[in-house]
């Protein structure tokens, strides 16, 4: 049977460092959530979905990130070599 109090700790101990760390080693089967717990799991959820959104949205800022610098790095290349600059968009619709 799973200890959900100290798993919760070791959760939220995790989210609170910095940089945040998930746990690899979660027991397989931890069984249901104590009433008396729900709550507090709730809360370590909702900051787990949190900090997903936050990671993805760095990770999309670093894919622009790159994604400009390669153009750049490929304009200034086509520049050396004489040829005529070819101006590059970036869609954020998708």
């Known amino acids: 049977m799973t200890d959900w109090a100290a798993l919760l700790d070791e959760i939220e101990d995790g989210l609170e460092s910095s940089p945040p760390v998930f746990l690899d080693d979660l027991p ?3 069984g249901p959530v104590p009433p008396a ?25 670093i ?25 590059h968009f970036l869609d954020h619709r998708a």
Do not use: F, I, N, T
């Open 63 to 87: 894919a622009d990130q790159l994604s400009a610098l390669s153009a750049a790095r490929a304009a200034r290349s086509r520049q050396r070599d004489g040829a005529k600059p070819v101006p």
């Open 28 to 30: 397989p089967d931890p």
């Open 37 to 61: 717990l729900v709550p507090r799991a709730a809360r370590a959820l909702q900051r787990m979905v949190d900090l997903q959104a936050v990671l993805e949205g760095q990770q999309a800022e």
